[in-house]
């Protein structure tokens, strides 16, 4: 299982280091995992809850070896945290030739710098919007050919017979487009599997996901994305676009591309991690705006998932790009459609035009609206917990690329022939209107000028069917088409996300949602046939649709703002912020987010927004990580190499102390530096020896630190000699010499306060003679977490 | 002019000290002010630009004491930082108590406390929607009995002849209304003038501004406004509710009224400045929401303006209590409307609806809208410039409350005057359509069945003004009533904003800005007769009212979401994002914003929301507070009453320190205590040989001290006899064991980020032996800022 852990999770091929091979199993699971990196000394592998009034100290190891001796209670994953992957360099590194080069910079240079920063925004939404522009092109001309050459061949079929010609045409059409997503996905980026919002979460909230934002990625997000939605898989082409927005930012905002190995000499001051994460998030608030034409609520959503960093002008900023990205992406859509000037293509999702009048709601339907919320809620935490075994059931039998292509072939196949027999079976037939030209109607077997109802949801994109739904006049559905719709799309839906194809879930639960809600519309009109309020089924398709999504993936004020821009209108904001809220309570009673689901499974260490109420009784001193490898400011060059190599420990931050020269006493801390820097330095080999033989040596600048940004090479790649072994590394020019600190007495709130705050990556723990005895990293923050009995710890792990 | 500004100060009459009478001048201006707070050793009061490459710490009284000389060099007062506003504590006081308590509180007792952070911010929501609907009731009512009477009146005589009885009539009934409101203001409550917002924005920022959020003030508030708007003035009732909100939110949060020595026991645990800071923000986002309808605009301006504490479940609780608030002011006056379940009037104001079909606009137009955006924020800057030397004025001439009351009747007469003439010399007489029945129009010499259109503008609130120059139809004015009647207003908004009376800059702005809009709409028209694009010039009032009060206000995120908010169209996102971006850059080149230019009037110590660009040469040594006062872990009772009796220092926070037995060793830094700590402590004389002699003595609890929250008595009131000065207080249990503390090398953004971050109000600033070498404090940090000449820096002052 270890294997197949390390198989299915987001850095799979990422993996930097080239330890282990393809088939190497790791430590995981059967085996507890040796604490190899700096771990507290005070019990941290095991669960705490229990212990909450013993001495930490003492006993424990005796009593908990009995658990750790029984090999059946494999830890699941969600049990482990993943010391894979490593925190942002949030806090800029304020060392001595940073603070010279700020010092140095006039105004103007500032200005300048600020205006750069507006032109990277505007470029991030131009780009952003562009892709969307393709997508959405790409997917309408490709679904459009799919389903026409099918629809032609099922009403050549009708009637002669042999329409299981018909399905076999569509279900090997659907095949072939997913398999080419599949392949792309499984085989070359695995990382641009799914939405990508749970890897854009994770890196905003200061997780380095390995790969997640690099052009390859964008490649297969884009292409694999396009051939899921051409392939009729249950899935959207939103959450991509978000992921989609982040690579253009991260890459936009270097200007270069590593891979590509460009270098446009352009933006270098923003080529570190504080500045790159502010433009993902820009990047990934443009994706949402492109997706539903939200522009605010992709603002909204940035700050949701990663403000350690709210500031006015960045948000300004954001919101800038998110404006620009729809924007762009309205004027070329509008310009293909043929209605320059229009700009009524806002998102690529477009929900249709609500007008107030013929769908205002009254206040007393609002305990209605709850009730929808509550069952939205209880709907979507089957989902998760539906998704989770499957996932679970994914990370243990279906981790080899191929299989996992084959899966998707399945699911493929099997989505053609369930919707197919859906229709078949179906015997809802509604006149045909003008509202359908733009779609798709089989006529099958229903009368001449007639329709199949049930192939509007099925024989179509699902972004068409969810605005039929919304839209489409009162009766166009009979209930028991829209009850099967519901059961049927629920559990397609649920089966196809975890593939290893590039999809949202959000269009499908929308989709989900929409139905059941319609269904709910109609059924109150059936009750009280004469009160013109239930006249509309959309209202309720909408709040339907809301209230599914909400109990999926429990976003909350985001969401509503999406969700409102997305209809255009301002007036469905309270029930949909009801119906939101509701959804969430419920569901989070059962089980948690979709995405927070499958960032636990894959171990990641991510810091919510405050750390769990009951920690109050834990102290820094609990929580750190030590002995702590430290450094002196003049340093062997031997020592560093050999602490740099050694493989079992991999830290990436070293405080910096001095010796008082009476050597009784102990050292006092004096900086803070990284294991980048230090590549760097041996690298250009910044040894004091050096430096006085070859005098006109150039002197190392910021640029060098900033060309090696991001891909440090390994110290592996780094030759040093014997010789050069022995020479000394003066860090003092090149360290923070100003780390925060805390005391050791400071309560576990008050230290995820500080380093969630200001988004740091390394805290380090003093005594009161500002001795470094401990250095607390996200990992000793993330461990602890609120169960259900409880406090809990999650146990560290290599994988 | 130093008792000047005093009097006209915001927290005037809530100086709580109670040292300086009416009328007792006080240092300031002509006096340069001792720098009697803890100063830095480094040539605090004088502006540093020029000295940045010399040694801060030599040579510089010589060179400035010909400056201090000279007494005509009056510093302005936006050069000074005022001495008498308070940070507010955002960060938690960490002590043994408090731990002991955190640690005893179950899972349970925290659910139950976020439990209650809801109902809190539900009746927050349900108690502003309230005062908003009766704010608007009332002035609908006593406005609408105004224009009708004086509509008749004026009938009666526009025949006969003798309209001057009207105009006189006019005149006095609005003198009436501003009379009341205005003694209410100067006499009662001075600091509920004006909007209100600058307050709420200080607040937000961390400043503690005297009395802001007392129950008294809301009730003249309110009042206030409702005269105000009555009374004919060129003001809105919005700004006001923001103001209203916040004390509704720091009323209902603390369970209890201190005014009204009421104490229901409710919300004990919310005693306190980190909460009630938090729930302050929940009121004045429901604040917006209830004056535009802006549930969302209401989370964001809540963020924008005080961002410290941006979190996940807060912000959520805002927007329910945002979401709250709307639905209570549209539920309560559907009802009174008499059109119950309609749900039509979520705001105070109402933009009426904007059809996307009529008033599209076409991407061509942008340009167009850019320079618009360009004009408002010239005009903006104008209005502030002006404003802003009227204040000046007002500060140095118009200081006495029955000055500023016969001011405010002089504008309201001047503005019933200037109202009369230009309707009376107005000759635009328009056909009278079915969309005035709710107005009062004015027939006066126009022909039957017409009214003069000039007095659809004048004759009118200013609400309905806007609207009626959003939706009338084309050609309801004509060019000429709308150049007149900017230029008018204009002046009048701008004399109007700084009064006496509690009035908003909103809807003024809007109205300019509408109405100047129009005017460019009808000026568009008349160029191309022929394109039907221009035909509605309600589209360029709405584009002139967002450019004309972004260029005023220069809010940027939040403005944006409230005008589509209150459109309640969200088409218009982009155009209206563009021309506020434009207005604020163009706006900013010349003057600040109008509420930062009244906050930097009040010398308020407000923190950006970063240091300014170019200060990285300074560090904590050269920004703290030196030397400090400290106290021992065991101090002396007759010590710390000395200390806290000083009152030319008037510390607030104060590091206890640890004196290692072997004395030549200095002393390290162990704790914090606040001087309300300390006075509670010294009520209760928590002194070590009592606790000895009374066993049984109760131990000191945290009730003890919110109990005593916010109105800590002053130390004057303390009585400690000549023995209990010899006794030992032991602080060891009440002081905060882990304040946060930055090395002395630390570089001002990297200070001003942490304190920013954490909404501190106290940072200690140790030596790499733990030993307190200075504090910071908001002062330290607001001191600095970005002039014209690079960096500045403000001089301190006591007023």
């Known amino acids: 299982m270890a294997n197949i852990t390390k198989k299915v999770s987001w850095s799979s091929r990422g993996d930097d280091s080239g330890l282990t091979g393809e088939g190497t199993p790791l430590l995981n699971g059967t085996e507890i995992p040796k604490p190899s990196r700096q771990l507290s000394g005070s019990g941290s592998v095991f669960r705490i809850g229990r212990f909450s009034t013993v001495d930490l100290e003492d006993d424990i190891t005796s009593e908990e070896d009995p658990i750790r001796g029984r090999p059946k209670e494999i830890p699941h994953n969600e049990k482990l945290l993943s010391l894979k992957y490593e925190s942002l360099d949030y806090d800029n590194i304020e060392n001595q030739l940073f603070l010279e080069e700020e010092r140095r910079m006039s105004h103007m240079g500032f200005r300048c710098l600020e205006i750069s920063r507006w032109v990277i925004c505007g470029l991030i939404g131009i780009l952003t919007g562009l892709i969307a522009c393709f997508i ?9 050919c799919k389903y026409q050459v099918i629809k032609e061949n099922i009403e050549k079929f009708t009637e002669v017979g042999g329409l299981s010609i018909s399905l076999i045409l569509w279900a090997v059409l659907n095949c072939a487009f997913v398999l080419v997503g599949g392949i792309m996905v499984a085989f070359f980026e695995p990382i641009a599997a799914g939405s990508g919002i749970p890897q854009i979460k994770c890196y905003l909230n200061g997780v380095k996901i390995p790969r997640v934002v690099r052009l390859k990625t964008l490649l297969v997000k884009v292409l694999g994305v396009i051939c899921s939605v051409a392939g009729g898989l249950a899935v959207g082409k939103e959450g991509p676009m978000i992921h989609s927005g982040a690579v253009v930012a991260a890459g936009v905002s270097q200007g270069r591309s590593t891979s590509l190995k460009r270098d446009f000499k352009m933006f270098e001051y923003f080529r570190r991690d504080t500045e790159k994460r502010d433009f993902v998030s820009a990047g990934a608030a443009a994706g949402v705006s492109a997706a539903f034409g939200a522009p605010v609520g992709g603002v909204l959503f940035s700050l949701e998932e990663g403000a350690s960093f709210w500031n006015q002008m960045l948000t300004w900023r954001i919101f800038f790009a998110s404006m620009i990205s729809t924007f762009t992406l309205n004027f070329f859509l509008s310009i293909y459609h043929g209605k320059p000037g229009d700009l009524s293509n806002p998102g690529l999702i477009n929900f249709g035009r609500f007008e107030s009048d013929s769908v205002a709601y009254y206040y007393y339907e609002l305990p209605l609206f709850m009730c929808m919320g509550a069952l939205g809620g209880l709907l979507g935490a089957l989902f998760n917990a539906l998704n989770y075994w499957l996932t679970i059931f994914r990370i243990r039998y279906v981790h080899r690329p191929c299989l996992q292509v084959m899966e998707a072939l399945l699911v493929a196949a099997v989505t053609a022939t369930v919707s197919f027999t859906m229709i078949y079976f179906s015997n809802d037939c509604q006149p045909l209107g003008p509202e359908h030209n733009e779609e798709y109607p089989l006529q099958l077997f229903c009368a001449d000028g007639e329709y199949n109802s049930m192939a509007t949801a099925f024989f179509n994109t699902p972004e068409r069917s969810v605005r039929s739904l919304f839209h489409n006049q009162p009766g166009s559905y009979n209930p028991l088409t829209l009850g099967l719709f519901t059961l049927t799309y629920f559990f397609l839906a649920c089966w196809t996300y975890g593939l290893a194809v590039s999809a949202g879930v959000f269009i499908p639960s929308l989709l989900i949602g929409a139905a059941w809600g319609r269904l709910c519309g109609i059924l109150l009109a059936s009750f009280t046939p004469t009160n013109p309020i239930w006249a509309d089924p959309g209202k309720y398709a909408l709040i339907g649709a809301a209230a599914q999504l909400g109990g999926i993936v429990r976003m909350t004020l985001s969401l509503t703002v999406i969700m409102v821009e997305a209809t255009g209108n301002v007036t469905y904001g309270l029930p949909i912020m009801l119906v939101l809220m509701i959804a969430k309570i419920v569901g989070d009673y059962f089980e948690e987010g979709l995405y927070d689901i499958h960032i636990k499974l894959q171990s990641v260490p991510f810091l919510h927004w405050e750390a ?106 780094i030759h040093v000699s014997q010789d050069e072994r022995e020479c000394m590394m003066d860090l003092t020019e090149f360290m923070n010499p100003t780390p925060y600190t805390v005391p050791q007495d400071t309560s576990l709130p008050r230290v995820f306060k500080l380093f969630r705050a200001l988004g740091l990556r390394h805290l380090v723990v003093v005594d009161d003679e500002n001795r470094v005895i401990g250095l607390v990293t996200r990992k000793d923050l993330a461990r602890y977490h609120l169960g259900k009995h409880g406090l809990e710890e999650l146990q560290l792990a290599q994988t």
């Open 136 to 144: 959405d092109i790409m997917v309408e001309k490709l679904a459009g």
């Open 612 to 717: 769990p109420a009951t920690s109050h009784w834990l102290t820094a001193r609990e929580v750190m990580s030590s002995p702590v490898t430290c450094f002196n400011r003049i340093e062997k060059v031997g020592t560093i190499v050999d602490v740099l190599s050694n493989t079992s420990t991999n830290h990436n931050g070293f405080p910096v102390v001095v010796q008082v020269l009476d050597s009784d006493e102990p050292a006092k801390l004096c900086g803070l530096i990284l294991r980048s820097q230090l590549i760097v330095l041996l690298k250009h080999k910044v040894f004091v020896e050096l430096a006085r033989s070859r005098l006109s040596q150039r002197k190392l600048q910021l640029k060098d630190f900033r060309d090696a940004y991001p891909r440090f090479p390994p110290i592996q790649s």
